[in-house]
């Protein structure tokens, strides 16, 4: 909680539990983090039919929302998007054997998986490296 102490957040939740297990024990897992605001109360809704009921709580009137920054203003130059296409053939067809380190790599993940052997992993992160290598080279290439 010291964290909370030096730089004035606030935390509420609500005296009821949000969450009941199948076990019938109940849990509160949803609280409200807060800073300069007043919250009035939390309060457990039950209108869900669910094992996890939401929460709703009340600020008190005359918030006062800062504004931390002012709009980016941005211009879309539409008629370069309008004349650059690019068909989904040149997408996928633009690196050949893509497809075969994809397979080779979601059946390696698998064989691991099964086995947890280490030399297995160590083959699992070089093939995701070299698909990694291949679209960041493509890439670049643009």
Same mark, same amino acid.
């Given at each position: ?34 800073? *300069? ?5 939390? %309060?457990?809704? !039950?209108?869900?039919?669910? $094992? #996890? @009921? ?29 004349? *650059? ?5 040149? %997408?996928?067809? !633009?690196?050949?054997?893509? $497809? #075969? @380190? ?41």
């Amino acid at each position: 909680m010291d964290l909370f102490d030096i730089s004035n957040y606030e935390l509420s939740a609500p005296q009821c539990p949000t969450y009941y297990s199948l076990a019938g024990n109940g849990d509160v897992l949803d609280i409200v983090v807060h800073k *300069n605001i007043r919250v009035s109360e939390v %309060i457990v809704s !039950d209108i869900l039919n669910s $094992d #996890h @009921l939401p929460i709703k709580f009340h600020i008190w009137d005359h918030v006062k929302i800062m504004n931390l920054s002012e709009p980016i203003e941005k211009f879309t130059d539409w008629e370069r998007l309008s004349t *650059n296409k690019i068909s989904l053939s040149d %997408i996928n067809n !633009d690196l050949p054997g893509l $497809d #075969h @380190l994809i397979k080779h790599k979601q059946r390696l993940r698998k064989l691991w998986q099964e086995t947890r052997d280490p030399a297995c992993k160590t083959a699992v992160n070089w093939v995701t490296k070299s698909i990694r290598r291949m679209i960041r080279k493509k890439a670049l290439e643009r």
